[in-house]
């Protein structure tokens, strides 16, 4: 299948089955959420996979006891830093030395900037950029599920902070953004399973300027 096609094949499952996802996929896919650009390359987040049936169901009633939740393998929670510090800056730019070998003067000098800049911002404007880099891995992430032909369900609804209390993420400097459960769907539950795809036209979302 080509990409569009897989990309039309997902859907977000409303219900799942169960079963099991292999472990190379879901590696796969991670994979795939970590190789997502992000501003000034900080990946601000971390992702959590959580296979422990007791924790998701911890986490259904707070997460508007969606079935998926409990039903599904593994459920990615996507969890932004809740603020830029000078120690989470320094850590990507010294790693980015160290993998690539050399110190670069223009680097540094943009270290410096960012060093001077993020982390006397507001907390919470800090947390909801970062939240926004964890979307790009999230979306990346629901794009490769499509591609192992893996179900997947993009979840606003829950409630975060009862999601950072189960997961001890403040205490982390963390806080939970978005949750990716990953599964197989269960057909004969899923009203969503034989709906058309819905999309505004192209017209209506692309202009093109010469
Ligand atoms: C950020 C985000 C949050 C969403 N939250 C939920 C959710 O909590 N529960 C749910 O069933 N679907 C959720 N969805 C799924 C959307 O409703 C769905 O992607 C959209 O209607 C398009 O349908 P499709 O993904 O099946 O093509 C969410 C999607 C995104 C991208």
Redesign the pocket.
């Known amino acids: 299948m080509e990409l569009l096609d897989k990309l039309n094949w997902?859907?977000?499952?409303?219900a799942m089955n169960g079963e099991k996802v292999a472990e190379d996929k879901v590696e796969r896919i991670l994979e795939a959420a970590r190789l997502a650009p992000t501003s000034s390359g900080l990946q601000p987040f971390e992702i959590f996979v959580i296979k422990n049936q007791e924790v998701k169901e911890q986490i259904r009633p707070v997460?508007?006891n969606?079935s998926?939740i409990t039903d599904c393998s593994h459920l990615l929670v996507f969890a932004a830093w809740d603020t830029y510090t000078a120690d989470r800056i320094n850590y990507m730019f010294d790693l980015t030395n160290e993998i690539r070998g050399f110190k670069n003067e223009g680097w540094e000098n943009y270290r410096q900037m960012l060093l001077d800049s993020y982390p006397q911002k507001d907390a919470e404007e800090n947390f909801n950029h970062a939240a926004k880099q964890a979307?790009i891995a999230?979306?990346q992430a629901?794009a490769a599920a499509a591609f192992e032909e893996v179900d997947s369900?993009?979840?606003?609804?829950?409630d975060p902070e009862a999601v950072d209390e189960i997961l001890g993420l403040r205490e982390k400097g963390l806080r939970s953004a978005?949750?990716l459960p990953l599964g197989y769907r269960k057909e004969s539950e899923d009203w969503?399973v034989n709906l058309v795809?819905?999309?505004k036209p192209m017209k209506d979302l692309v202009t093109v300027i010469d």
């Open positions: 997902r859907y977000a499952a409303k997460a508007w969606q998926v979307y999230f979306s629901i369900t993009p979840i606003e609804g829950f978005v949750l969503l795809k819905v999309r």
